[in-house]
C-alpha cells in the first residue's frame, strides 16, 4: 500500500486527505493488509460466500402507503434549506 | 438502608411494587449520581428534566395499575440509537447537534415499558474500537483502577459509556450494540453483564448502522436477571427492519436457576491463543469448574476457523462501514464544510467530520470493494465468514453451549495499545466469531485479576437460544458470587 493507492481510495471514498497523512495511512494500512493477507491460506474452493445471517425471506405487506406527510421533520436537521429543499451546492454549470 | 443506586433493576422494581420508594426518588439518587460522576466522561446529553418528566409519569401509571417490564427504571442510552427530540450523534462530530424527529424501534420499546431515560452515553465513534478512545467527545474513562495505582483505564468499547455508567451504579442498566464485540468486551472489563442476542432479535430500525451484517442491539447491566429484564423488553419483531426475525420472544426470566444437569459444554481447544494473560486460562478453567459442579459435561471441540475470524472481520466490517457512512456527505443532515464546488464539500465535510479510526475504516472498506480487489478481499472474507459460522453449527451437534473467556485481558491503560490499529484489533479476538456467524453471546463476571481489575466470561449460544445463555449465566453467576465495584472515591472528588 502506497500514498498514490491512499490518496487514490480516499478520492473514492470522498475524504480530503493530505500528503503527510497519506504516509501515515499508507504504513497503518499496509501493516493491516499484510495481516489479512493469512486469509489466503484457506482453500475456500467450492464454498459458497456468506452474504446474509440467518438467510430468512423477505417478508410481504400489502402495498399501500404507511408513512409521509413528513417533509418538516425530514428537513429539521438539513444544514441548510429553503422552501421545502435541500440547498446543496452547484452542481451544473 | 442500602443504597437506590446499588439496587439491582429486578430489586427496584420489587421496591417500586410494593411502594418503598418512588420512581421520582429512584430517578433524582441517579441524576445526582450522574452529576457526581462527571469525571469518566460516560455521558454525552444528560437528560435530568426529561428523566424526571418520566419517572413521576411512570408514578402515576404504577398507581392506575399499568406496569411494565421496566417502570420507572432510570437507564442510560448509548448514543447510537435515534432518540426523538434528544440529540443523536454516535460519538461523531459530524452529527454534532442531530437531533432525531423519530425514535428507534429498541428504544420505543423500552418507553412502551416504562423506561426512564437518564441521557445518551458515549461510545467509540459510529461504535468503532474497542476501548471508547476515538469518540469525537473525549475518553471515557472506567470507574476501575488497578491496585496501587491511579492510572485511567478504558471502560472498553464501544459501548463504553454504558459500562462505565453501570458498573459506577450512575444508571441502573444501559443500551448497547454489538458489531464485534462492543457489548460484551465493555462488560468484560467493568465487572458487569452483557449480552448479544441472536442477529435479528432486536430489531436495527433507528440505530445508526455501522456494519448492517453485524451490528445486534442488547442490554449491559449488573445481574443476569436485569438483562434477561432488559432484552425482553428491547427485542421482537419489526416490520421496519426486515432482518429482524418474526418468532416470538420466549419468557427470559422464566430460566434463570433452572437445572443445567446433563447440559453439554464446548470448550473450544482454538481460544487458548498465544500471549493469553495466565489468569485468563485460570479463570477459564475455574468457569469449567464451575459448570461441571453444576452436573454439565465438559466437551472438548474444535472451530477450526477461529485464527481467521478477525481478519475476515476487518475485510467485511470496514466495507460494510464504507457504504453506510457514505450517506454522511453534509447535504441533509450533519454538518458541512462548504468547499470550492460540490465534491470538495464532500471531502471536506467527511474530513473534518470523521476522526482517524472511522476514516481508517472507510479507507479499507473502499479498497476491499474497489475494482480488481472485491474478490481477493470481499468475496473471499465472505467464504470464509460462511466456514466460521460451520464451524459453530457443527461444534452445536455436539454441545449445547459454548464457554470461553471474553477476552484476552483485564482493562488496559488509556494510551495503551495506540502506537499500532491491529492491538487494539486483538482485543476483539474472542468475541468477534460471534457475530460473524450471528450467534447470541454473553459475558459475565467471573473474577478480579492480581491488578483487582475485572475477568469476564463468556457464553455462546445456538441462533435464538438466548434462554440457554441465560439459564447457564444464572448458574456461573451463582458459583461466582461476584460482588466487587469500583471504587468511587476518586470520580465523585472531583
Redesign the interface.
Known amino acids: 500500500m502506497d500514498k498514490q493507492t491512499v490518496l487514490k481510495v480516499a478520492k473514492l471514498a470522498r475524504l480530503k486527505i493530505d500528503d503527510e497523512r497519506a504516509e501515515v495511512l499508507a504504513a497503518d494500512l499496509g501493516g493491516i493488509f499484510k495481516w489479512i493477507e493469512q486469509l489466503n491460506e484457506v482453500d475456500t474452493n467450492g464454498v459458497e460466500p456468506m452474504t446474509s445471517v440467518g438467510g430468512q425471506k423477505a417478508f410481504r405487506r400489502p402495498d399501500v402507503v404507511t408513512d409521509g406527510n413528513k417533509q418538516a421533520e425530514i428537513m429539521r436537521n438539513a444544514p441548510d434549506s429553503a422552501e421545502g429543499f435541500f440547498v446543496v451546492p452547484k452542481v451544473v454549470e | 438502608m442500602t443504597k437506590l443506586t446499588d439496587l439491582t433493576i429486578a430489586a427496584a422494581l420489587n421496591g417500586l411494587n410494593k411502594g418503598e420508594f418512588t420512581s421520582a426518588e429512584l430517578t433524582r439518587d441517579h441524576i445526582g449520581a450522574v452529576e457526581n460522576a462527571r469525571a469518566l466522561n460516560a455521558f454525552i446529553v444528560e437528560t435530568p428534566e426529561l428523566a424526571m418528566e418520566q419517572a413521576t409519569a411512570s408514578d402515576e401509571r404504577r398507581k392506575s395499575g399499568r406496569v411494565g417490564l421496566l417502570e420507572g427504571i432510570p437507564i442510560a442510552m448509548k448514543d447510537l440509537f435515534c432518540t426523538k427530540g434528544v440529540q443523536t450523534t454516535a460519538a461523531s462530530k459530524i452529527l454534532k447537534?442531530?437531533?432525531?424527529?423519530?425514535e428507534s424501534t429498541v428504544s420505543q420499546n423500552m418507553l412502551d415499558q416504562g423506561m426512564v431515560m437518564l441521557g445518551k452515553v458515549s461510545l467509540d465513534e459510529f461504535a468503532m474500537g474497542s476501548a471508547n478512545i476515538t469518540s469525537g467527545y473525549g475518553n471515557v474513562i472506567s470507574p476501575w483502577r488497578a491496585n496501587g495505582d491511579d492510572k485511567q483505564r478504558i471502560p472498553g468499547g464501544s459501548s463504553g459509556g454504558s459500562s462505565a455508567a453501570v458498573s459506577a451504579r450512575i444508571a441502573m442498566g444501559a443500551t448497547g450494540t454489538d458489531t464485534g464485540g462492543s457489548i460484551r468486551q465493555p462488560a468484560s472489563v467493568t465487572g458487569i453483564v452483557g449480552i448479544k442476542p441472536t442477529?435479528?432479535r432486536c430489531s436495527r430500525w433507528g440505530v445508526v448502522a455501522f456494519a448492517s451484517?453485524l451490528d445486534q442491539a442488547g442490554p449491559l447491566a449488573r445481574s443476569v436477571e436485569d438483562c434477561a429484564i432488559m432484552l425482553q423488553a428491547m427485542a421482537g419483531w419489526d416490520?421496519k427492519d426486515?432482518?429482524s426475525?418474526?418468532m416470538p420472544v420466549p419468557d427470559f426470566k422464566a430460566v434463570l436457576g433452572q437445572s443445567i444437569k446433563g447440559l453439554k459444554v464446548g470448550i473450544p481447544k482454538e481460544y487458548r491463543v498465544d500471549g493469553m494473560a495466565p489468569e485468563i486460562d485460570k479463570m477459564w478453567q475455574q468457569g469449567i469448574d464451575w459448570l461441571k459442579d453444576a452436573g454439565a459435561e465438559i466437551v472438548d471441540i474444535s472451530l477450526p476457523?477461529t485464527?481467521?475470524a478477525l481478519?475476515?472481520y476487518?475485510?467485511l466490517a470496514p466495507a460494510e462501514c464504507?457504504s453506510n457512512l457514505?450517506r454522511y456527505?453534509?447535504?441533509?443532515?450533519?454538518?458541512?464544510v462548504?468547499?470550492k464546488?460540490?465534491?470538495?464539500?464532500?471531502?471536506?465535510t467527511?474530513?473534518a467530520g470523521?476522526g482517524d479510526e472511522v476514516?481508517?475504516r472507510?479507507?479499507?472498506g473502499?479498497?476491499v470493494l474497489?475494482a480488481g480487489y472485491y474478490d481477493a478481499?470481499y468475496?473471499?472474507?465472505?467464504?470464509?465468514?460462511?466456514?466460521i459460522?460451520r464451524d459453530f453449527t457443527e461444534a452445536y451437534k455436539q454441545v449445547d453451549v459454548i464457554l470461553t473467556p471474553t477476552t484476552p485481558g483485564s482493562a488496559f491503560v488509556i494510551g495503551e495499545k495506540q502506537d499500532?490499529?491491529?492491538k487494539m484489533y486483538l482485543e476483539d479476538v474472542f468475541t468477534v466469531p460471534v457475530n460473524l456467524?450471528?450467534l447470541p453471546g454473553m459475558s459475565l463476571p467471573a473474577m478480579l485479576d492480581d491488578k483487582g481489575l475485572p475477568l469476564g466470561l463468556q457464553l455462546i449460544g445456538r441462533?435464538f437460544d438466548e434462554e440457554t445463555l441465560f439459564k447457564v449465566g444464572s448458574v456461573l453467576e451463582k458459583a461466582a458470587g461476584f460482588t466487587a465495584k469500583p471504587d468511587m472515591g476518586w470520580v465523585n472528588a472531583k
Do not use: C, W
Open positions: 447537534g442531530f437531533t432525531p424527529t423519530y442477529y435479528g451484517s416490520q426486515s432482518t426475525v418474526n476457523h485464527k481467521y481478519a475476515t476487518y475485510i464504507s457514505a456527505d453534509g447535504m441533509r443532515y450533519g454538518n458541512r462548504e468547499g464546488d460540490l465534491n470538495e464539500t464532500y471531502e471536506l467527511r474530513a470523521f476514516q481508517r472507510i479507507l479499507m473502499t479498497y474497489s478481499y468475496l473471499k472474507a465472505q467464504k470464509i465468514r460462511a466456514l459460522a499500532d490499529p491491529l456467524a450471528g441462533p
